[in-house]
């Protein structure tokens, strides 16, 4: 059977099209890199964080953790008022392969991770997340990547052919679980990888 041409580019955002550290939203409050280290391994973990971009609202998720961690509590309150300093920048490459192929006329969404709330200052801070056909945001559809139940979400809301959709997302468990869903994939490493995989594919 051929393989149908690529007719879908669906992207990632965190960590492909804005980079995103929580150290640096966490530099006030924890000036010292070995403790800010220690608390966000211990305290507001990214297993923590992720139940964020699943829908659960800040104001609970605080809560929990400062009943575990009393004496942690300003901290634990500063993940979220730092946040916008966590996403400090965009990731210029790919964005500038993402606004070309949006430019070209070509099928564009995202497929994120991602809390509602934070995702609305998101579009905010980078005009860019606005342009593409649509996206589907985690905290918003309370599923989350890499859940086959999310690429089927996607899949159905855009009206994507799966053989012809290709996923990029910077982490390998995403990538199998949209390869799994009959999508095409490939993982994010860096731009001169990116190129390759996309020349290989027949995307440039």
């Known amino acids: 059977m051929t393989t149908p041409p690529i007719q879908h580019i669906v992207f990632d955002i965190g960590k492909v099209l804005i980079r995103y550290d929580p150290h640096l939203g966490l530099m006030d409050a924890i000036p010292d890199k070995a403790e800010r280290t220690w608390f966000l391994?211990?305290?507001?973990?990214?297993?923590?964080?992720?139940?964020?971009?699943?829908?659960?609202?800040?104001?609970q998720a605080e809560a929990l953790l400062i009943a575990d961690w009393p004496d942690q509590a300003d901290r634990i309150r500063a993940f979220r008022a730092g946040w916008t300093r966590m996403v400090h920048d965009r990731i210029s490459p790919t964005v500038t392969l993402f606004e070309q192929f949006i430019d070209e006329g070509r099928d564009v969404t995202m497929l994120t991770n991602f809390a509602a709330d934070t995702f609305v200052e998101a579009r905010a801070m980078f005009p860019f997340l606005n342009r593409p056909r649509g996206v589907t945001v985690s905290g918003e559809v309370g599923l989350i990547k890499p859940d086959p139940a999310i690429y089927a979400l996607h899949q159905q809301t855009f009206g994507l052919d799966p053989a012809a959709t290709l996923f990029i997302d910077d982490n390998a468990a995403n990538v199998a679980a949209a390869q799994a869903s009959g999508w095409r994939a490939v993982r994010y490493v860096d731009h001169a990888g990116l190129v390759v995989d996309l020349a290989v594919l027949g995307v440039i």
């Open 41 to 59: 391994e211990t305290v507001c973990t990214d297993a923590w964080n992720l139940e964020q971009d699943r829908g659960r609202p800040w104001a």
